[in-house]
């Protein structure tokens, strides 16, 4: 089969982060200079749960942005909150600020023609990551170029004239803001100031000068004139959509920026990595010491005592399970929260979690498995500030002894491992790391089923949601033929897909 090539990279321009010089003249480097002075090497951190203040703060760091906005993302959806950041970021290109934006060609489905028309404005560049040569239907590339298309970009930052950025779990979509009734994502973000910024944005460079990314003119070619038109309408129509209201309001009324401008926001002052994949991971030509994995095992090293991870997909394969068992057995306690079978999105991921269910459990792993349903108002903040009952983890982040705390885009699962890039950041915070021991505590018991094997070896679930003590012998809350599904996917070699 012929292997794809991608143009060279002569036929695009090369473009770089904004220089520290011009950053600092800018509003938001103005305004946070004082306090990086006073914590020199370090970064602020902002940890943001509620999905409405996660909206809120990308849409004004947008508005605040005086020069640059560098944008990556593996997921934008056509949606409501999807064409509202879109909005405002062709607004900030029409007040002379440089737009960058680079998505995965996976995760844009039905965006060809808004993109396409984007990139036609002044001050806006958009590139697309790994692209599909079919465009329609694009699930046709994957049959002749499996191999490549099914390595994707799943990094998530949102970059603002080099001073302030947001890493994190969510994409962009309804989703992820809590928008509308349907499904929403328990998630999580950082806002973050300081030194790790800097790093961000070279990272940005990199992923956006590299091979893979390509002008989305290479991709679309066809006239584009009506195009531009309508997205102009579309953009514009949305802010008078009802719906749009409280977003628009949210934004409106929020004193984020302000906070953060007059040091009300909080932030902890600490030591901040960026751990990255090489972009060169989705053609498969990347050095070990370039995976992120192996980065953060050489900044964390082994846990001496105590693990909390939490991954909504958690596929940990038999590597996985000598892994935590060798944990186990040399004294640290290890509790991972995931998904319930009737929460997970992605019932596939949930057949290779279960085939090594028991195996961890044997081994003395503590597991916890979100509820689809969950009564805790706090909790179901972190998913959406609009009551809808419906919740699935999505957050990714993990605490090594109460000391360091990952948060970004790594799944523990062999998809992220060796197949997509991802991207994160290590906070050296106890005060953060114990916030995630506390989520265990106090939340998880109350949200999730603890799995548990009884003096049989049989699975149960422990549901401690009520006034007692309710123990489920079968999967909560599903039906003999998805338990039937899902012990057939066990049996599929596809493990090293998920």
Do not use: C
Request: zero cysteines; aromatic letters at 8%; a positive charge.
């Amino acid at each position: 089969m012929r292997r794809y090539k991608f143009p060279p990279r002569k036929h695009r321009p090369v473009t770089n982060v904004l220089s520290d010089e011009e950053a600092v003249q800018t509003q938001i480097g103005k305004e946070v200079r004082e306090r990086l002075l006073s914590h020199p090497g370090e970064s602020g951190v902002h940890p943001l749960q509620n999905a409405h203040d996660a909206f809120a703060a990308r849409a004004l760091l947008a508005q605040t942005a005086e020069k640059t906005l560098d944008v990556q993302y593996y997921i934008w959806k056509n949606d409501l909150t999807g064409t509202l950041l879109l909005k405002k970021l062709l607004d900030a290109a029409d007040r002379g600020v440089r737009v960058r934006l680079l998505l995965d060609d996976n995760g844009i489905p039905g965006m060809d023609r808004d993109l396409a028309a984007m990139n036609m404005r002044a001050n806006i560049e958009v590139r697309i990551f790994n692209p599909f040569r079919t465009r329609k239907p694009k699930s046709l590339g994957f049959i002749t170029d499996f191999r490549r298309l099914n390595r994707r970009m799943h990094n998530k930052s949102f970059i603002a004239d080099n001073r302030a950025a947001i890493v994190g779990g969510r994409n962009i979509g309804d989703e992820y803001f809590g928008a509308g009734s349907g499904l929403l994502y328990a998630d999580l973000d950082v806002l973050l100031i300081g030194a790790i910024v800097k790093d961000i944005s070279e990272d940005f460079d990199r992923y956006w000068n590299s091979s893979p990314s390509l002008p989305v003119s290479h991709i679309i070619r066809k006239t584009l004139t009506k195009w531009a038109q309508k997205l102009v309408e579309k953009t514009t129509a949305i802010e008078n959509n009802p719906d749009a209201f409280g977003y628009i309001n949210a934004i409106r009324y929020s004193n984020f920026i302000q906070d953060l401008f007059k040091e009300n926001l909080r932030m902890e002052w600490a030591i901040v990595h960026l751990v990255s994949d090489d972009p060169y991971k989705v053609l498969d030509k990347n050095k070990s010491d370039g995976l992120l994995t192996h980065q953060i095992q050489r900044i964390t090293g082994w846990p001496e005592y105590e693990l909390d991870l939490v991954s909504p997909y958690f596929v940990p394969t038999k590597a996985g399970v000598r892994l935590f068992t060798q944990m186990t057995a040399n004294g640290i306690a290890v509790r991972i929260l995931t998904n319930s079978l009737e929460a997970t999105d992605v019932k596939v991921v949930h057949a290779g979690y279960e085939k090594r269910r028991v195996a961890l459990l044997e081994a003395g792993v503590r597991l916890f498995e979100l509820k689809r349903i969950t009564q805790d108002t706090n909790f179901r903040k972190m998913a959406g500030p609009f009551g809808a009952s419906g919740s699935s983890l999505h957050a990714k982040t993990f605490s090594v002894d109460r000391k360091k705390v990952f948060v970004g885009s790594f799944n523990f699962d062999p998809r992220s491992f060796n197949l997509n890039t991802e991207m994160g950041v290590l906070i050296e915070s106890e005060a953060l790391a114990e916030k995630i021991h506390q989520i265990f505590d106090v939340r998880v018991p109350g949200n999730a089923y603890d799995v548990q094997l009884d003096a049989n070896g049989k699975l149960t679930w422990h549901d401690r949601s009520g006034n007692e003590l309710v123990v489920h012998r079968k999967e909560p809350e599903t039906g003999l033929l998805m338990r039937g599904y899902i012990r057939l996917l066990q049996k599929l070699p596809i493990e090293w897909l998920l």
